[in-house]
Nanobody, 120 residues
Framework: QVQLVESGGGLVQPGGSLSLSCVASGNIFGDMGWYRQPPGKERELVGTIDRGGRTKYVDSVTGRFAIARDNARDNVKNTVYLHMASLEPGDTAVYYC????????????WGQGTQVTVSS
């Protein structure tokens, strides 16, 4: 059974930093990443990381956010991190981790979501 369990999140002041983590288990995963859903808006991509550690980010977070990953040697668990710095009120959203299975049909799995609020 595939599980993605997120932790972290909370309230932070503008300019502050926060980190999220997500432990994925139950499958062998290819790309992993983070999405977010701001209030009243649709879910949007934040960034992704492949098994080799190569990352991609959307322009709005480039230079402020960093994604990292630990691949379990036995593939039992994989952990993906989102380190956020220089946070802005516009970063307020529910953040979701994502993991795609490495084999066809390349199913997407999602974490439960965690709230990040940037406010003074």
């Amino acid at each position: 059974q595939v599980q993605l369990v997120e932790s972290g999140g909370g309230l932070v002041q503008p300019g502050g930093s926060l980190s999220l983590s997500c432990v994925a288990s139950g499958n062998i995963f290819g790309d992993m990443g983070w999405y977010r859903q701001p209030p009243g808006k649709e879910r949007e991509l934040v960034g992704t990381i492949d098994r080799g550690g190569r990352t991609k980010y959307v322009d709005s977070v480039t230079g402020r956010f960093a994604i990292a990953r630990d691949n379990a040697r036995d593939n039992v668990k994989n952990t993906v991190y989102l380190h956020m710095a220089s946070l802005e009120p516009g970063d307020t959203a529910v953040y979701y981790c994502n993991a795609r299975s490495m084999m066809p049909p390349f199913t997407d799995y999602w974490g439960q979501g965690t709230q990040v609020t940037v406010s003074s």
